[in-house]
């Protein structure tokens, strides 16, 4: 479990996060859904403790993130940050590779071979294996990083906006995989999303964040109506059911 | 390692390898007194000078080459950016300022505690530098190189400045113009512990790879980023430190060769490394021959044969950029 309570953040004196506390039990998947500027990605780099913690106490599996030691963590929580950027040459296979780091320090067995082919596979990397990462497209270097944060085996997997540069072919794929760990090895994924419907259809519950708070927290066929959107986005969508499923209509 | 990648990575290292094994043989027997190759063993006087001074001379162009090498890549590393070198980014030029500091207000001091004063004060300015640069918005590439010139500059002219008031400049040459004519015996031997951060960087070599994937990442993957970067620079300034006191600076050795062996290999320091290393030690140590005949029988600092070569070569590099980038 995560248990994220009442942590404020703010950026000098600008404030980022008001009194958040969240509780997402292990197994499943959740939605951080919000407008631009609404401190998802904040909260979550402050869960995966790349960011000091200012106010309040964040935990993960009973471990507070801030004395926790580094090494420990990172058995435990993998997170694939929206701005990654691979400046250094190496190739997809070494980069997802290192994914393995936190559980050999760099000595990679046969069992990690056979981690790192099956996240080469899932992710349809395997004929890109030997390529170097600045040949890759958007897309496809998205994927690798994907597949690195996978590759780290952990039992929680935070992901901010991981569908940019993702093709629809590619976003529905991640989303798959992430349904498929999320019921079949019980993982716990949070992941931030800007595609509504994404949200609706693959995760199990959607927080949703304006302005430094939570203002709707809920299961998508809950939170998902004309008048909770509204508060969230600022704007009238209509909500259709087709197949018992929540489709919002944004576009008009 | 992928297997292509690591095939690569074992053709190259033994290619590195033959090549610094014939330029370390030729550097024994290229010099002013010519020792031919069969009297080296038999005759007293020819073994002789190969001991006192011709295999001093190759050991520390190679430990000064592959230790600058290495400083470079690990600097490059630190700051994700391809263009800085110890030379370019204040380190040297912080060390030239400790070792001239202790010359004026420690005359007796002898080579070794030069080199932990220069190493003090290395660290010192490498640190100013790196706190800076990791401020530089990371959209702008070419600040981190720019700034690392203007502030090796200014602590240059410091440095120039101090001694100039002291009378000191001939001999500050010594420092800033890298050159191996004055290595013999018991006065290069300092250089050694350069060859111990070289071991050190290949036993973090996995974590600086990821460091070079940024700090986020870094922290991701369970790595003590602070003390990582704390412990890279601690290596990057004692090597900078003693090849300056030893045998001066010697530009662009920092900066050329991981750019090559970056293109060729890619950036997966555990395979690179050695090769980086090696091919540090084939540049220093061949300069250093050319340097020797270009006007045999007299000789040419290596710190300016470097400062050519290495010019064309990172020239070259500028303008051929690889195919796919």
Redesign the interface.
Known sequence: MIQVENVSLKHRSTPILHDISLEIPKGGITALIGPNGAGKSSLL?LI???QPLQVGKISIEGFPVDTTP??????II??L?QD????????V??LV???R??HG??RLTAEDQAIIDQSLQQFDLTDL??R?I??LSGGQRQRALVAMAFA?GTDYLLLDEPLNNLDMYFARELMRSLRKIADGKGKTVVIVLHDINQAGFYADRIVAMKTGRVVADGAPSELLTPETLHAIFGFEMRVETIDGIPMVVHLR | ??N??RQQSSRTGLLAGFVLAALFMLSLFVGVIDVPFHRALADAGALELLLISRLPRTLAALLAGSGLAIAGLIMQTLT?NSYVEPSTAGTAQSAELGVLLVTLLWPSANLFAKSIVATATALLGTSVFLMTAHRLP?TQPFLVPLFGIVYGGVIGAAVTFVAWQADLLQYLSVWTNGDFSGVLRGRYELLWIGAAMLVAAWMIA??L??M??????S??????YARMLQLGLVIVSVISALSTVVVGMIPFVGLVVPNIV??LM???L?GTLPVVAMSGAILVLGCDILGRLIRYPYEIPVGTVMGCVGGIIFLWLLFRRPA??
Not at chain 2, 212 to 217: K, P, T
């Open positions: 780099s995966a403790r790349l580094n090494r420990d963590l990172a058995k993998a997170i940050r990654s950027i691979v400046t250094s040459r190496l190739r296979r070494e590779g290192f994914g780091f936190p320090r760099g294996a030997d170097f600045e040949t780290q | 390692m992928s292509a990648a994700r990371p996995d974590r790879t990821i070079a994937l940024g700090r986020d990442a922290i991701g993957l369970g790595i003590d970056s293109r890619g950036d997966n555990r796919h980038a």
